[in-house]
């Protein structure tokens, strides 16, 4: 198989908070023109489906990139009628990618139609993967056996210092890097925030921030090559 899912948030603000937040752009752009230079085909799909937010900070400091994606105006109108997680058909998909920004620290962990697809990709022997806070896609993914799928896994999300270095800590409805160890998982993380770090255990493949997105993707890619 050659498709992969890429999973974005539908949360367009800190919960009751008016602040705004959504999809961190670069880090789907970054993915998704990684995955299609590989050779694969990418679906973006949501908790909910419909639109999309997008941090307004991400279109504010994007890079070329994501600012050549920003006028393409066929990616940017799939962004306001994405597909539902509750439509996804599992076994046809290679991987699943959890990107981030703030927004999906409400809709992904409960989401049990993302939890079932990506129990599913996994077991068929797929990649499970994450950048930044789309690691809150992972918390609460249990595999048929009970267990937690980052049980006792190494991986790598958006730090608590970089929730200071954002000034969002106070924001937000919990610190990623404490509920990964909180379900057995061993946190690891680059020793300066918001640089470039991804890690890979087996079919589990993590990158830090949304600076990682480019080299989390080499590494998604690199693990679904050895499949």
């Not at 008016?18 to 961190?24: A, F, N, R, V, Y």
């Not at 809150?136 to 970089?162: H, K, M, P, Q, Y």
């Amino acid at each position: 198989m050659n498709r992969i899912l890429a999973v974005v948030t539908n949360q367009a603000t800190y919960g009751t908070d008016p602040h705004q937040t959504g999809l961190w752009l670069a880090e789907l752009v970054h993915f998704y023109a990684g995955a299609l230079q590989a050779g694969f085909e990418v679906d973006i799909v949501s908790p909910a489906g419909g639109r999309v937010p997008l941090d307004p900070r991400s279109t504010r400091w994007a890079d070329k990139q994501t600012r050549d994606y920003m006028n393409d105006h066929a990616f940017m109108s799939g962004l306001n009628d994405t597909s539902s997680a509750t439509d996804v058909d599992p076994d046809r998909y290679a991987a699943i990618f959890y990107t981030g920004g703030h927004g999906v620290m409400w809709d992904f962990p409960s989401n049990a139609a993302l939890q079932q697809a990506a129990r599913q990709i996994y077991e068929n022997g797929g990649v499970v993967s994450s950048v930044c806070h789309g690691a809150c896609g992972l918390l609460n993914i249990r595999l048929s056996d009970g267990s937690l799928l980052v049980e006792g896994r190494t991986v790598t999300g958006f730090s608590t210092a970089e929730e200071r270095v954002a000034m969002v800590k106070k924001r937000v409805p919990f610190l990623l890097e404490d509920e990964l160890r909180n379900r057995g998982a061993r946190y690891i993380r680059n020793t300066i925030p918001m640089t470039p770090f991804a890690t890979a255990d087996g079919r589990l493949v993590t990158g830090q921030n949304p600076y990682s997105t480019k080299v989390v993707t080499a590494k998604i890619i690199e693990t679904l090559h050895q499949l």
